[in-house]
């Protein structure tokens, strides 16, 4: 089983630069999350969706756009990069029901993004 | 905005020590969850624990729900090296997952 599968490993952005984190999911899961982590702190919640078409603003959502055509994929928009961005970009997804709060996530492998 | 304490932030330890860490909160919640991350890769759930006062193990790993609900401990016992890793906390509350800053384990030569 692939589960959630997150492309690109690793990226190197310059300020002001664009680009999309790619995560999709094969296990037909509802929910869907994106998290970024930086080091020494715990995951902060930037965008989650509930199912196609419906999407919703975590804890840190400032700088990113999200959208979710299917239920398979959710991906994650950065439209001016700036060096606040630089993180670990993880995905997640869990099939529990009731708001954001799904316990049994699956995560990605992670996206390494640094913007320089 | 809730927040969840999680000691100690890193632990060096000998191999076959058992471990222990910890995470509170001000809040109480309805679940608390724990997780591993190690390097590279995204966390993976280890436990889960939905009722307070509960005792749950997962072989060498055993976590309990605080009987407050604003705590939970996981112990490891007998650690061998493929224990290395960041283990996190979460605490589910009104549908929110709120996360702990994690505990680094590392394993002395």
């Known amino acids: 089983n692939a589960g959630v599968t997150q492309t690109p490993k690793f990226r190197i952005l310059k300020i002001g630069q664009s680009m999309t984190l790619q995560c999709t999911q094969d296990m037909n899961h509802n929910y869907m999350y994106w998290y970024r982590q930086d080091p020494g702190m715990g995951l902060k919640l930037i965008y989650y969706?509930?199912?196609?078409?419906?999407?919703d603003k975590g804890e840190v959502p400032n700088g990113y756009n999200v959208s979710r055509s299917t239920t398979e994929d959710f991906p994650l928009r950065l439209e001016l990069a700036a060096p606040s961005q630089t993180s670990v970009y993880f995905c997640?997804?869990?099939?529990?029901?009731?708001?954001?709060?799904?316990?049994?996530?699956?995560f990605g492998s992670g996206t390494q993004l640094s913007v320089l | 905005g809730q927040q969840l304490n999680q000691s100690p932030q890193s632990m060096f330890i000998q191999e076959g020590e058992d471990v222990s860490m910890n995470c509170t909160s001000s809040s109480i919640f309805n679940t608390w969850l724990w997780y591993k991350q190690e390097p590279g890769e995204g966390p993976v759930l280890l436990i889960a624990l939905y009722k307070a006062g509960e005792l749950t193990s997962n072989g060498r790993l055993t976590a309990q729900f605080g009987i407050t609900r604003k705590d939970s401990f996981l112990n490891i016992s007998a650690s061998i090296p493929s224990d290395v890793g960041i283990y996190f906390c979460?605490?589910?509350?009104?549908?929110?997952?709120?996360w702990g800053a994690g505990t680094k384990l590392i394993i002395k030569p």
């Open positions: 997640a997804s869990s099939y529990s029901t009731g708001g954001t709060g799904g316990e049994k996530l699956f």
């Open positions: 969706s509930v199912g196609a078409g419906i999407t």
């Open positions: 979460a605490g589910q509350s009104n549908y929110q997952l709120i």
